[in-house]
């Protein structure tokens, strides 16, 4: 689960401190349970959801290649997914700016960033690293993955089909001006776009990064609660279908 720069155990025990009512009302998933969700997904996403041996267009996201551009205040904004041969050196190099090391801890050679998108693009799709293109120019790294079948899920009270962002904003011009909340929004309407079956848009930034938690804020997020991950503790943002229309 990788910070977000924008910048218990499984069973039924109670939600973090600090949920709110309403999520409280859900209980965790069992890993057994998480595990028979992925594998029937990813089976799924091999078949088509009908079953057929045929290749079709479905994915555990719904085709993030196929999303299209979404138009922001700052411009034409695009998800590109990731090609290795094309994009290692920039992400890379964005990797070691000391702002986003801070929290993605990804710092040194280009082996050691293919060493973390690799496994993304040789899995099974729960996991979409993508370039975030505005107008043209690539300027920001996503990952768009399935957090109801990510690790995470054993941290909160998931629920099927919740989807997740960890992002970073690659150049030091584009930071502290507001256009991660307007991107955040866009990519989260992207996913509520496109994923018909998904309520919820998850995200679990770095307490200690005020300024991507305060752009989730801003972009129609609410905090959720505080979940202490193996790595850090995080604040859990929620964008919720239900409250798209008001937040």
């Given at each position: ?14 939600a ?19 595990g ?22 479905y ?71 993508c ?8 300027m ?108």
């Amino acid at each position: 689960m990788p910070p977000t720069d924008a910048s218990t155990d499984a069973g039924t025990a109670s939600a973090p401190a600090g949920a709110d009512s309403t999520d409280t009302l859900d209980l965790r998933l069992p890993d057994d349970l998480i595990g028979l969700m992925a594998e029937t997904d990813a089976r799924a996403a091999r078949t088509g959801p009908l079953g057929s041996e045929e290749s079709v267009a479905y994915d555990l996201l719904d085709g993030v290649a196929q999303w299209g551009p979404a138009t922001t205040a700052a411009g034409v904004f695009q998800l590109v997914p990731v090609r290795l041969e094309r994009d290692l050196t920039l992400i890379s190099r964005w990797m070691n700016d000391p702002a986003v090391a801070a929290f993605w801890e990804l710092a040194g050679s280009e082996a050691v960033t293919e060493s973390h998108l690799r496994p993304q693009l040789d899995g099974d799709g729960r996991s979409v690293p993508c370039l975030g293109v505005l107008d043209g120019t690539p300027m920001s790294y996503w990952e768009i993955y399935r957090a109801d079948l990510d690790p995470l899920a054993r941290h909160y009270p998931a629920r099927p089909h919740d989807t997740g962002i960890h992002l970073l904003i690659g150049g030091v011009a584009n930071r502290g001006r507001g256009l991660g909340t307007s991107l955040l929004r866009a990519v989260a309407d992207l996913v509520l776009d496109h994923r018909p079956a998904c309520a919820r848009v998850v995200a679990e930034p770095d307490l200690r990064n005020t300024p991507s938690v305060s752009a989730f804020l801003s972009a129609g997020f609410r905090f959720s609660a505080e979940v202490e991950l193996p790595d850090k503790r995080a604040a859990l943002m929620v964008r919720d279908r239900a409250l798209r229309a008001v937040l």
